[in-house]
Every structure is written in structure tokens, then in C-alpha cells.
């Protein structure tokens, strides 16, 4: 049982459509990420949990919408997305703030 | 606004042969980590750097924190084919929130056999 569980690894979804992305992680950390990683990018922070609780959200269009319904499940809503918004999306936790961060394997979204 | 820079973008070598990859910025950083990422995987954390001037061996790999704590190097020595992969250096600002790390865009290592 791997550490920090991302699904779908993969989805492709239309413009209009609806999906959620799935993580979960069973290493009894209080922290949980979600980043974007494109293609000649740095890796982007999206939001972070704390405690289930949100402690980051960095400017990201509302089409995102990430739920914490306890500390180890993360999901990110996705609506409406934009062909633009096609990456790979990685889920982490942590023990805490300055803590290490552990990653989960991703899930590729292609938005046609 | 807090960058990395990684160099270089891509490094494709024969086994066998030695090789470094820098990270730099013009900020000064609490600490830096660095991962590495397989195809189809998520980034794995190789090593966290924390004083200036530091200098930690991980087997064949030697990563070192540069002494005004802005930049980093990673050198592999005598790489093999499991080396390859896609090196991400992290840093975590001094002044900004704990749980925001900025990363540099990688660099892509193949080592040939």
C-alpha cells in the first residue's frame, strides 16, 4: 500500500463535463497539497489543507474547488475546465508545516 | 516573487561518467530539498539541505547548500542507468508561509548504458 493514493491516474474530460479527483494518504500526516506540473513549468501550489482545514489558496480560477473531508482524503473538483488547464496533477502530505513533502503518483487530465 | 533556476534543462550521459546540476536564485532560502520524479510517478524527496555551506552524501550523489543559502548543486558520481529522471530542487523562503515551497522547473537527466 503505497503512502499517498492519487485516482484516476488518468482522465480525459470535455469542457462542459464534471469530475473530482481522488487522494488519499495513509502515512497519519495533518498536512495535504494539491499541485499542477506542466510542461516547462515549476511545479504550482494550489491549496493546501492543514487539519482540514484551508491555509492556502493560490489565486486559483474557481473552476478548482478542493474539498478536505477529513485528514486523509483530498479531492479537487474540476468544472468547466479549459484545454489550458490539461497537466498533471499531483496530491502531497506532510507532517506539517516545513515538513518533508510525500507525493502521490498524479493524475493526467487532458481537457479536449 | 521567489524563482529557482535549474541547470541544465537537459543532461543526457553515458554510464559511468560524473556530472553536477545547479539550482540558483537570487533569494536566500531557510532550507532546500531536492527530489527526483520517474516517468509516471510523483517527485520522491532525495534530501533536505538546511545550514549555508552543508554539504550531505546520499551513495553516489553529494548535494551541497551554498554558503549565503541561494543556491545548490547536486553531483552524481559514476551514474547509472537508475540515476535517470527528472531533478527538482525546492526551496522554503525564511519570510513567506511554511507550507509554500517554490520549485525550479528540473532537470531532466538520461544516463545511457
Known amino acids: 500500500e503505497t503512502g499517498v493514493t492519487q485516482t484516476p491516474r488518468h482522465l480525459v474530460m470535455g469542457m462542459t463535463n464534471k469530475k473530482s479527483l481522488k487522494c488519499e494518504q495513509h502515512?497519519?500526516?495533518?498536512?495535504m497539497y494539491w499541485y499542477k506540473q506542466s510542461a516547462k513549468k515549476p511545479l504550482e501550489l494550489m491549496f493546501v489543507?492543514?487539519?482540514?482545514?484551508?491555509?492556502e489558496n493560490n489565486s486559483v480560477p474557481s473552476r478548482f474547488s478542493p474539498e478536505c473531508p477529513n485528514s486523509s482524503h483530498l479531492f479537487l473538483h474540476l468544472h468547466t475546465l479549459q484545454p489550458e488547464d490539461s497537466a498533471l496533477y499531483l496530491c502531497?502530505?506532510?507532517?506539517?508545516?516545513?515538513?518533508?513533502?510525500?507525493f502521490g503518483n498524479g493524475t493526467r487530465l487532458t481537457v479536449t | 516573487t521567489q524563482l529557482l533556476e535549474q541547470s541544465p534543462q537537459f543532461l543526457s550521459i553515458q554510464e559511468g561518467e560524473n556530472l553536477t546540476v545547479y539550482c540558483n536564485s537570487s533569494?536566500?532560502?531557510?532550507?532546500l530539498q531536492w527530489y527526483r520524479q520517474e516517468p509516471g510517478e510523483g517527485p520522491v524527496l532525495l534530501v533536505t539541505?538546511?545550514?549555508?555551506?552543508e554539504v550531505k552524501k546520499l551513495k553516489r550523489l553529494t548535494f551541497q547548500f551554498g554558503d549565503a543559502r541561494k543556491d545548490s548543486s547536486l553531483h552524481i558520481t559514476a551514474a547509472q542507468p537508475g540515476d535517470t529522471g527528472l531533478y527538482l530542487c525546492?526551496?522554503?523562503?525564511?519570510?513567506?508561509?511554511?507550507?509554500?515551497?517554490?520549485f525550479g522547473k528540473g532537470t531532466k537527466l538520461s544516463v545511457i548504458p
Open positions: 502531497a502530505s506532510s507532517q506539517g508545516e516545513g515538513s518533508p513533502l510525500h
Open positions: 539541505v538546511v545550514t549555508g555551506g
Open positions: 525546492a526551496g522554503r523562503g525564511s519570510g513567506a508561509g511554511s507550507y509554500q515551497l517554490t
Open positions: 533569494s536566500v532560502f531557510s532550507s
Open positions: 489543507y492543514s487539519l482540514e482545514e484551508r491555509v
Open positions: 502515512l497519519g500526516h495533518n498536512a
